[in-house]
Structure formats: structure tokens, C-alpha cells
């Protein structure tokens, strides 16, 4: 399960202050009211703006009932690899009169972004924005 906390909007600025994930990581377990304790990380690829990221994402462990859960930061879809604001962006291009998403692509690629991926995952980002 996924516990969304708050986070800064820079996906570097998420990894840098990383370390202090668990100062600001919920005590109490959604599930059972328990209390939960740092579990380790596990990290995850993540497409920005900024490039391409390897994330790590906090754990914990409900004492209680023994439930694991990760603290996925605002900035992060749950099951997409891109940002919050990089599908903003895509969306935003492609309703603007860009048309094909292939130009959309080509202007973020003109803007500084290292965005190679495939078309189609493009088009599903900018249908998941909410």
C-alpha cells in the first residue's frame, strides 16, 4: 500500500533531502492504528524534467498488524514512472496545437530534456494527469 506525503517539486531536491524522509514519515498505521517504523527503501525510476532518476522511496512497517507501506512522494504518479509536472508539460504541449505527440516529444528534446521514450508511453502519461 501507498501512503502519499508531501515533497518538494524538484526531483533532485527529493533525492538530496532524502535522509530525512523518516522525520517527516507518518507514525500511526492506516490500517490498524499501530505504529509505524522505518522499513528500509526501495528505489525506482523516475522520468522528469530534469532527466531521468533512480528514486528512492521510504518503507515502513506497521508493528501491530505487520503491513508494509511506501511513502510515495506528491510529485509521483503511483504506478507511472513520470512526474507530476513532466505530464502536466506533455499534456499542456499536446492540447496547445502541438497535434502529434512526436512534436511534442521533439519540443521537449529542443527544450533540454533527454526524452526517449516511446510515443505511445507519451500519450498514456498526458491521458493520466489529474
Known sequence: MQIPVESPSSVVAYITGFRHMLDIAPRI?????GILKGHGHRCRWVVSL???FWVPIQRMICKACRKTFSLLPRMLFAFYSCTRKLAGKIKSL???GAGKMAAVRHTLAAAGSSLLTPLSTLYR????TD
Request: neutral net charge; aromatic residues 14%; contains cysteine.
Open 29 to 33: 498505521c492506516p490500517i490498524c492504528g
Open 50 to 52: 530534469e532527466g531521468v
Open 94 to 96: 499536446w492540447a496547445g
Open 125 to 128: 502519461w498526458a491521458k493520466h
